[in-house]
């Protein structure tokens, strides 16, 4: 019976497959497509430049050595570039490699075979002129789980991180969307999935990325004509991380090319994180279909540290540092930096850097002299939550009575005024402010903002709560 194309190649793989992990196989041997047969050439088709040329780096070895068990010495392979639909309104794109060039002869160097292609590799991580195309995790393994304290705050987001990293792509939390505030955690809980799913998985391929960084190598490869390798490179990895996803809006180009990355993802089992400074029902300029996916798997908030996490969170990074503290001290810094880890953390850098410098001991008055200065320079971010506590304790009622139902004036304007100083003080959207202040919707804190403006004009004795209330809320 005459060999065929097909028959060859299918003869190839099994020889392949013997020969490598499963997941190479998959990745790079099942998309190839035999087409043609002629006396001692076999013509493949490959999907995208990208995918010949790893093929070229990492597997001429196997190749020749297949090829020429089935065809003989003189075996030569040819591959035919053909780049699918993968964008709506993309066209196919075939690029033919002559035999000349490609061609695998017992008489030719296995290990430096003739080449014509381009040195530029698609690798969106290599930098020009370096032949390495390894992808490496981008990952910093200083933020792993043991540096991530667990405290009410953060305790559902750091769990469910866990079952991702011990499981990738085999839980229900895919995507895994950890939301919050400036500096409470979101990047080092992500890149701590990361460390760990590489910890238990070696094999695996681990990738974090910027949402701004990923928008910047699209556009890059839409400019060099080459974007079908920069989806290809992102199908190709077990778990992409994507930070700060809210850089997206707008962009309608770049949210096209992710949901098409997202998806082959989801569907092939592989594992998707994403960090957010919203929720998904909070963000703005994405499209439908994007924020639908990321309400597939779980979103977990992270919150604003409780007194007892601050607290650990201090004496952890001292034990880190090797510093030792009075306990009065520590408990001094748990409760004048409320609202922010990372300003908790560099406020404890602080401190230690003028003792060693100064050569003078950790007190307590060194210790008020530099928190005063660190929140004054940093602009302390306040919260919703802290403002709806402020104006409840001014006008002496509790939070929930705040958020009732009820419509007596007092309590209205209570709450107009929490409502008001959250749009005022905040980078929250109408439709959260609402959301946390007695589930109201976005056209009700709009409509509190424009009474407070106009009763702060007209009536002496609101424009005094008004003030009152911003130097409590600014002190």
């Not at 003189?74 to 035999?99: D, Q, R, V, W």
């Given at each position: 019976?005459?060999?065929?194309a097909?028959?060859?190649?299918e ?32 013509s ?18 196997l190749?020749?050595?297949a ?5 003989g ?7 035919a570039?053909?780049?699918e639909?993968t964008l ?8 033919k ?39 490496e ?44 505030g ?8 992500a ?30 490869s ?22 700060d996803i ?17 998806n ?6 592989k ?6 400074d919203?929720k ?9 279909r ?9 979103s ?5 540290p ?5 607290v650990?969170?201090i004496?952890?990074?001292?034990y880190?540092d ?6 009065d ?14 300003e ?11 003792s060693?410098?100064n ?10 002299k ?15 939550d ?5 104006v ?6 509790d ?5 009732s ?10 709450r107009?005024?929490?409502m ?9 959207s ?9 589930k109201?919707?976005?056209a ?20 005094k709560y ?10």
């Amino acid at each position: 019976m005459a060999s065929t194309a097909a028959s060859v190649w299918e003869n190839c793989l099994l020889f392949i497959k013997d020969n490598i992990n499963p997941q190479a196989y998959k990745t790079w041997f099942e998309p190839i497509k035999p087409v043609k047969l002629t006396e001692t050439a076999l013509s493949i088709q490959v999907p995208s430049r990208f995918f010949y040329e790893w093929l070229e780096e990492h597997y001429i070895k196997l190749l020749k050595t297949a090829l020429t068990r089935e065809l003989g010495e003189g075996a030569k392979l040819i591959y035919a570039i053909k780049m699918e639909n993968t964008l709506k309104g993309m066209e196919p794109f075939t690029e033919k490699i002559p035999s000349s060039n490609r061609s695998i002869q017992s008489s030719q160097s296995v290990d430096a075979p003739v080449r014509s292609k381009s040195p530029e590799l698609k690798n969106p991580f290599i930098i020009p002129g370096i032949r390495n195309v390894k992808i490496e995790s981008q990952l910093n393994p200083s933020y792993n789980f043991d540096s991530f304290l667990e405290g009410d705050s953060n305790r559902l987001a750091r769990s469910a991180g866990m079952a991702v990293a011990n499981k990738p792509g085999g839980t229900s939390f895919n995507p895994l969307l950890i939301f919050g505030g400036v500096g409470l955690g979101k990047t080092h809980l992500a890149h701590a999935i990361g460390v760990g799913i590489k910890e238990n998985y070696p094999d695996k391929t681990a990738l974090y990325i910027s949402a701004e960084k990923f928008t910047q190598q699209y556009i890059e490869s839409v400019r060099k004509n080459n974007r079908n390798d920069f989806i290809h490179f992102y199908q190709i990895v077990d778990v992409l991380i994507v930070d700060d996803i809210q850089f997206f809006a707008g962009k309608a180009s770049t949210q096209d090319v992710f949901f098409h990355i997202f998806n082959h993802l989801h569907q092939n089992g592989k594992q998707v994180i994403l960090t957010s400074d919203k929720k998904p029902v909070d963000m703005q300029d994405i499209e439908q279909r994007l924020l639908s996916r990321f309400k597939w798997g779980l979103s977990a908030e992270l919150n604003h540290p409780d007194y007892e996490t601050r607290v650990s969170i201090i004496k952890n990074k001292l034990y880190r540092d090797g510093v030792e503290m009075d306990d009065d001290i520590i408990h001094y810094l748990a409760d004048n930096i409320k609202t922010n880890i990372r300003e908790l953390e560099g406020a404890i850098i602080s401190l230690i850097a003028h003792s060693s410098f100064n050569r003078k001991d950790i007190t307590i008055d060194l210790a008020r002299k530099i928190v005063e200065n660190y929140v004054k320079n940093t602009k302390r971010e306040i919260s919703i939550d802290q403002i709806q506590q402020v104006v409840s304790d001014y006008f002496q009622m509790d939070v929930e009575t705040l958020q009732s139902k009820t419509r007596k004036r007092h309590i209205v304007q209570a709450r107009q005024l929490a409502m008001y100083f959250s749009k005022k003080m905040t980078k929250a959207s109408l439709a959260s402010i609402g959301s946390q202040i007695g589930k109201r919707d976005h056209a009700t804190v709009l409509h509190a903002c424009k009474t407070v403006d106009n009763l702060a004009s007209t009536d002496k004795q609101f424009n005094k709560y008004v003030e009152d209330l911003s130097k409590k809320l600014t002190n």
